[in-house]
């Protein structure tokens, strides 16, 4: 067998988790994702507060105490009251019941003198990371003064461990990796893609789409190392559709990248991508004469002029669903069409179903498959639902990812 590519994660073992960690009497600075999505200044979605509380409470019920720091929104210059961390803190509270203080700064002389007469045992909550443009720049003096505020690290924040940022990569780094370690939450999702990429129980199944093939291609080939069957949905099959030479009407297809699935195609079906690759591509479609339309009509085949594909066929999803039946492995990145819209959810929603049910490993690689999951009512019907769309389709690339190479021992 092939091995994976050299920049898939290793085994969890070489991590240490919050709880091997002596946090008693300590300052533990802890990247958590909060970002939340906020309507009228009220959190409308909780899960990123409620998955950071096994972690919290381990820091807290031994006796340290943690300092949370995270991004909130997308601030365009400094602070914004719309994007301040208050509102997290007083729903954590209320979660933990148990106090949070919140700062309305980062990286303040008050910050500082506050942090260290925390109590042992509490919580505090930084402001918004990204009101400080030294945050995603990776500043060194910034990444300085954050890193001074804690004795220990801990990185519980998989949805941001693909960005350099200074509390994700800069932080650990000046810490020094024996005072760091994984939250609960990350290492669970390494451990989850581990199945995936290490040492998967087979057939290995990749189910990916969405809009781009130009955001998907380096996945596609990175997995022809690793999987056997790769089932394709979503607008990114219209340009492996045209590839093979077939009509797609109006479809979205990105013609810079039709020589490049063909390509592909071929080296997956030779073995040349490291092992021969089943991929296969709708063979049915739900159509309309525009986007904006719900006529949803069934088209066999070659789509003619005038019609797009906005969803797989029945038949495909029937086809995709029996091979996801006998996998030993699945993992799951993309929709198979326009799910939001009732016309174009069915093939998502077999897709969705299908991966409910494999008796299988199942790996749902975060953003719209989980929302689509979630809007199903399946969510709680796979092994894993992973917090980090785009961490984890970075994962699914082979890409290192800078929040979990600083961690790794």
């Known amino acids: 067998m092939t091995s994976p590519a050299p920049a898939a994660p290793r085994a969890a073992t070489t991590f240490r988790t919050v709880e091997q960690l002596d946090v008693k009497g300590r300052r533990v600075l802890v990247r958590v994702d909060f970002n ?3 309507k009228d200044g009220r959190i409308s979605d909780d899960l990123r507060i409620r998955s950071a509380l096994p972690t919290i409470r381990s820091i807290t019920e031994r006796g340290g105490t943690a300092i949370l720091m995270s991004h909130l929104g997308r601030p365009k210059k400094g602070p914004e009251d719309g994007l301040r961390m208050a509102p997290v803190a007083a729903k954590l509270s209320e979660l933990l019941g148990s106090p949070v203080t919140a700062f309305r700064e980062i990286n303040t002389d008050a910050v500082a003198a506050a942090v260290a007469a925390l109590p042992a045992g509490s919580v505090a909550l930084l402001e918004n990371l990204r009101f400080d443009p030294g945050e995603q720049k990776g500043d060194p003096a910034f990444t ?3 890193a001074a505020l804690g004795e220990l690290y801990v990185d519980d924040a998989f949805g941001t461990a693909h960005r350099p940022d200074a509390s994700v990569s800069g932080v650990p780094a000046l810490l020094g990796k024996d005072k760091c370690a994984a939250g609960l939450l990350v290492a669970q999702e390494l451990v989850a893609f581990g199945k995936v990429l290490e040492h998967p129980a087979r057939p290995l199944v990749a189910i990916l789409g969405g809009a781009k093939i130009s955001d998907k291609l380096a996945v596609v080939k990175n997995l022809l190392a690793s999987v056997d069957v790769i089932l394709v949905g979503g607008a990114m099959a219209y340009t492996f559709l045209k590839a093979q030479g077939l009509g797609v009407g109006s479809s979205r297809v990105e013609e810079d990248f039709v020589a490049e699935c063909r390509d592909v195609l071929a080296r997956a079906a030779s073995g040349a991508g490291g092992r021969k690759v089943d991929i296969l ?4 479609h739900l159509c309309a004469p525009a986007f904006e339309s719900d006529e949803a009509r069934p088209v066999e085949g070659a789509i003619p002029a005038g019609l797009m594909g906005l969803d797989i066929g029945p038949a495909t999803g029937k086809r995709y669903a029996q091979r996801i039946a006998s996998a030993g492995t699945v993992v799951w990145n993309g929709p198979m069409g326009v799910f939001e819209r009732k016309a174009y959810e069915a093939g998502t929603r077999a897709v969705a179903q299908a991966v409910a049910d494999c008796k299988g490993y199942t790996v749902v690689g975060g953003g719209d ?3 689509a999951l979630a809007a199903f009512g399946l969510a709680d019907r796979v092994k894993h639902v992973s917090t980090g769309g785009g961490a984890s389709l970075e994962l699914l690339e082979g890409k290192a990812l800078p929040g ?5 021992l």
């Not at 591509?281 to 049915?284: K, Q, R």
């Not at 979990?404 to 790794?408: K, N, V």
């Open 144 to 146: 300085a003064r954050l």
């Open 369 to 371: 498959s989980a929302a």
């Open 404 to 408: 979990i190479e600083a961690l790794r």
């Open 36 to 38: 939340v999505p906020m």
């Open 281 to 284: 591509l709708p063979s049915d």
